[in-house]
């Protein structure tokens, strides 16, 4: 339960989803957490409450992922009012679909602005306030790792570029003592892919385990990684998918 304590987090599209799990999951393991939205604001202040219920503070931060200025200042006013930053969960994403001819300049650079750009920056910032023990935990996808169907391949080259960045982070942050790693998710139950939406069914046909995760078992992982159990593990990326890439 107080793993955590005396550390502070910051969740990157923390209001709903994974995101929103894992703030909730850090917190209850002692942590306080900052989390941001894009314009969840509603949603966004339940999180901060259920993670003050937790007995831990909590911050809400309106910050746009793919842009550049918000999402340092993000960075920059969680230190200033939490008083610290050790755990960076990047966890923001976009969902683009469709056929490779149908994909616009506009989507493939919000795309990349959101997934690799803000991520590359926010970590920049973050690790500028991280002493030893300090974490950069990006949220990638089992895209990454296995694409089985069409229409996907923005955002699997997006996700999959934050294996090659976190390789290289281990190295830059190695001998700083701060550990950097990637959590792909599966298929997991959430308002944007519900276990009982349309093409569930289909998708669960790809799962070696046959079911959806929920995102407590991702935060669970996250969770682990933030902690003393992540103290030795860098420079890779673990798959909570159930067997997607198996």
Do not use: W
């Amino acid at each position: 339960m107080a793993g955590l304590a005396g550390r502070v987090a910051l969740v990157t599209g923390g209001s709903r989803g994974i995101g929103a799990a894992v703030a909730l999951r850090l917190a209850r393991d002692g942590a306080d957490v900052a989390i941001t939205y894009l314009d969840a604001g509603e949603k966004a202040k339940g999180v901060v409450a259920e993670i003050a219920g937790a007995g831990r503070r909590g911050l809400a931060v309106a910050a746009d992922s793919g842009d550049a200025t918000a999402i340092v200042a993000a960075v920059e006013r969680t230190v200033t009012e939490l008083g610290r930053l050790d755990i960076l969960v990047n966890n923001a994403g976009v969902f683009p679909y469709g056929p490779i001819d149908e994909v616009t300049v506009e989507e493939l650079d919000r795309t990349l602005a959101v997934h690799v750009r803000g991520v590359y920056l926010a970590t920049q910032a973050a690790v500028r306030h991280m002493g030893r023990g300090g974490r950069v935990i990006s949220i990638g996808s089992c895209f990454a790792e296995r694409v089985p169907y069409p229409g996907v391949s923005l955002y699997a080259m997006t996700k999959s570029a934050l294996v090659g960045m976190t390789r290289g982070l281990a190295r830059d942050l190695g001998p700083r003592g701060i550990t950097a790693t990637v959590v792909h998710p599966g298929s997991t139950d959430t308002d944007m892919n519900p276990a009982d939406g349309a093409g569930a069914n289909h998708e669960r046909t790809f799962i070696a385990l046959g079911a959806y995760a929920s995102t407590a078992d991702i935060a669970a992982t996250v969770s682990h990684l933030a902690g003393e159990g992540g103290r030795y593990v860098t420079g890779t990326a673990i798959s909570v998918d159930g067997g997607f890439a198996a």
